[in-house]
């Protein structure tokens, strides 16, 4: 399939989420915490199909890496190809992009997500394109900074979830709270999570120890509630394929994932 087809197929796949009911959150949920809207963090940002802004489908944010160029999200939000048809806007807040679009060259997963879609491998690193900005051309993490790529949290750790609900314009939310586990994936209970938000980091520490410890995404493709989010374990598997995008290996070719199986 070419370029132009998958960003259609994208596009249309997109258009039909938007128009599906969000699950509610159950009676049951209300003594979770909620999900918050807040003003952006550069290293964290709205994942868009190309030509389609301000529509962002997906969750994304900045890991360091030796590149200097790359970002994390679930691997379930690359719908084919190998990362090109898509842009990422750090900090999107308000139907703006304060740091620009920056726009995916290329994109890396674990070999089971690419030969199976093996729900444990549910993470990508994308490789964007460096930008001119004030007459120089920069890497993202050179204007943004970035996380370390971490490992599975402990049960009982705390982390924070930040997501961008799925449609046009619009700011980000997060939701800080413990992390359960069911094996093979970490657990993380909030209201107001909902689709979009797949990609979305879940950190844990502070400053320079600020590290990524799951995305949205593994188990349903993150959750089948609005209420109830999971992430894909990150070990061996995750922190090889940073290595190739960081070193601008050869791209993975991704196959359409199925649906969520909720």
């Known amino acids: 399939m070419t370029a132009a ?61 030796a590149d200097r160029s790359v970002i994390m999200t679930a691997a379930h939000c690359i719908r084919g190809g190998s990362g090109e048809g898509y842009e990422f806007a750090p900090a999107f807040h308000d139907g703006k992009a304060p740091y620009g679009m920056w726009r995916v060259t290329a994109a890396y997963a674990a070999p089971g997500w690419i030969r199976h879609f093996d729900t444990r491998d549910d993470f990508a690193f994308l490789l964007v394109a460096p930008k001119r900005i004030n007459g120089r051309m920069r890497d ?11 490992h599975t949290p402990s049960a009982g750790s705390t982390a924070t979830v930040f997501g961008y609900p799925l449609g046009i314009g619009g700011s980000g939310i997060r939701c800080r709270s413990s992390v359960y586990r069911r094996a093979p994936f970490s657990g993380f209970n909030c209201n ?3 689709d979009g938000t797949s990609g979305g980091p879940w950190l844990a ?26 992430a894909a374990p990150l070990g061996d598997a995750a922190h090889r394929a940073l290595q190739r995008a960081g070193h601008r290996g050869r791209a993975d070719g991704f196959p359409a994932p199925p649906g969520d199986g909720c």
Not at 206 to 228: E, I
């Open 140 to 150: 993202l993490q050179d204007v943004t900074g970035g996380n370390r790529l971490g």
């Open 192 to 194: 107001g999570f909902r």
């Open 5 to 65: 087809r998958r960003v259609a197929a994208a596009v249309a796949l997109t258009l039909a989420a938007i128009a599906t009911s969000v699950p509610a959150t159950s009676a049951s949920s209300a003594s979770r915490p909620a999900a918050t809207t807040f003003g952006g963090t550069p290293t964290v940002g709205a994942l868009f199909i190309t030509g389609l802004f301000p529509l962002h489908i997906c969750t994304a944010s900045v890991v360091r890496s």
């Open 205 to 230: 520490g502070h400053g320079n120890d600020r590290r990524v410890v799951g995305v949205v995404g593994g188990l349903h493709q993150g959750g089948c509630t609005a209420a109830q989010l999971y």
